[in-house]
């Protein structure tokens, strides 16, 4: 999004403006999610991936950039159903795709997965007090063990600003 108040094509806020262009400066009003895999069994099944207890039905007020949260939190669950090192993913490969996010405290959320080695595991590690911010990706990468107690997340955190967000936009 973009927005810059009282603008007319020779005013810039009361100011006379040079030229008809508005500089306008494109964000990303929210965060993006992913999960690759970093560790797991040969012929591990990784049925679904997901997050518990977030922030998802909230508002968002442009002029002053800010999310309300006012919703009860939910869960995504991204239905996986695939082999590691079979078919499917292998080790370093992204599960389930790039998600939409609202920024927002982690505290609370909690990372979910359902897999099967020698046994179905389901195991939901909490994320910590950390927070997602607008136009960062974050990446966990999982290490999937045998049972819930050897299952590990790591973050990394990524800007989302792989394309130049300054445009000038004619007013007319």
Do not use: C
């Not at 990784?46 to 007020?61: C, P, Q, R, V, W």
């Not at 950039?65 to 869960?75: E, K, N, S």
């Not at 239905?79 to 090192?85: E, R």
């Amino acid at each position: 999004y973009a927005f810059k108040r009282n603008q007319t094509a020779d005013r810039d806020n009361g100011t006379p403006r040079v030229g008809n262009d508005v500089a306008l400066e494109f964000q990303h009003p929210l965060a993006a999610v992913r999960f690759v895999l970093g560790e797991a069994n040969g012929n591990t099944t990784i049925h679904s991936i997901g997050l518990a207890d977030m922030k998802y039905n909230e508002t968002f007020n442009i002029p002053s950039a800010q999310w309300t949260h006012t919703g009860d939190p939910g869960d995504m669950n991204i239905d996986i159903d695939d082999i590691i090192v079979g078919s499917g993913i292998n080790t370093g490969g992204m599960i389930g795709g790039t998600h939409l996010v609202i920024p927002q405290s982690t505290s609370g959320v909690k990372l979910t997965v359902s897999f099967t080695w020698n046994n179905t595991t389901d195991a939901a590690i909490d994320l910590g007090s950390g927070q997602w911010e607008p136009g960062h990706i974050y990446t966990y990468k999982l290490k999937l063990g045998d049972n819930e107690a050897d299952i590990l997340g790591n973050v990394t955190v990524d800007s989302w600003d792989n394309i130049n967000y300054n445009h000038p936009i004619p007013v007319e």
